[in-house]
């Protein structure tokens, strides 16, 4: 069993880690089997009441109840394996101090979030000396290991010319563009390159070619969609894409708890997804 506490248990994601753990816990139990589950013992979130006195429970019922808290340090006292921090950027200054509360604590920790500041970043980083570290702008399984199979394909393409060109569509409420995940993507393809490819955006202020050193990364925006990316290598007189889809959020969700029992008891130290994919 991997005990966790979830910063941002009350968000979309942190709730359907929680509903998702609950229910992992559940199965184990009516199968009679060893449990390599997830329990959430801990929730942190700002639309808790201050001070220990926090009421239990999440948003759903499914995700059973657990004492749920406005700031980490009332989780002194609570025995956890694993701290999931889901945070959008804009709580920078609140995930570098949760960070490094596991710093102290020797507590490993998860950031499921996307754009962060660099001075964060790095901030965060630093505490990998003292503890265990995975930074992921997409939990998913299946994103993880599409970056791994477009690293390879890659090294293979684009010496035999292909262009690559990357296409999220995501929903019409989404902030950033293109998405951190496509930059996961981009970033994948790249790294196979060298680290010399230039990641174009926006190619309308200028009439030009198209350069072969360019990786494209272009973003949609309309309706409900939750996620989709393809990664597509296009060369002479053929195609080959490479495409993901995210159905529902639940996705990431089994990606984080399965990131958490990959942290439990790691050494200190910085992990990606890829570590936990392959």
């Not at 945070?87 to 020797?106: G, L």
């Not at 490479?242 to 029992?261: E, I, Q």
């Amino acid at each position: 069993m991997t005990r966790v506490i979830v910063s941002g248990c009350h968000g979309r994601l942190g709730a359907a880690i929680c509903r998702l753990a609950a229910e992992s816990s559940k199965n184990d139990r009516d199968a009679g089997e060893a449990s390599n589950a997830v329990q959430v013992v801990a929730g942190i979130d700002v639309t808790a009441p201050p001070g220990r006195h926090a009421v239990a429970g999440v948003t759903s019922p499914e995700s059973g109840t657990f004492p749920v808290f406005a700031n980490i340090s009332e989780c002194d006292g609570i025995p956890a394996d694993v701290l999931l921090i889901c945070a959008p950027p804009h709580a920078a200054d609140t995930i570098v101090a949760q960070a490094r509360y596991c710093e102290v604590r020797k507590l490993p920790f998860i950031i499921c979030t996307t754009a962060l500041p660099a001075d964060a970043l790095a901030a965060i980083k630093k505490t990998a000396d003292k503890t265990a570290v995975l930074i992921s702008a997409n939990l998913s399984l299946g994103v993880n290991l599409l970056a791994h199979l477009i690293n390879q394909a890659a090294k293979n393409l684009y010496e035999a010319n292909f262009d690559v060109e990357i296409i999220e569509r995501h929903h019409n409420q989404k902030l950033d563009a293109p998405s951190g995940t496509a930059y996961v993507l981009a970033d994948a393809v790249n790294t196979a390159l060298g680290g010399e490819m230039r990641y174009i955006t926006d190619r309308s202020p200028h009439r030009s070619t198209r350069a072969r050193d360019e990786i494209g990364l272009h973003a949609l925006r309309g309706g409900t969609i939750t996620g989709d990316h393809s990664v597509i290598f296009a060369g002479l007189d053929e195609v080959i894409e490479l495409k993901h889809s995210a159905l529902s959020r639940d996705v990431f969700a089994v990606g984080a708890l399965k990131a958490a029992t990959f942290m439990h008891s790691r050494p200190p130290g910085l992990y990606t997804m890829q570590d936990v994919v392959t």
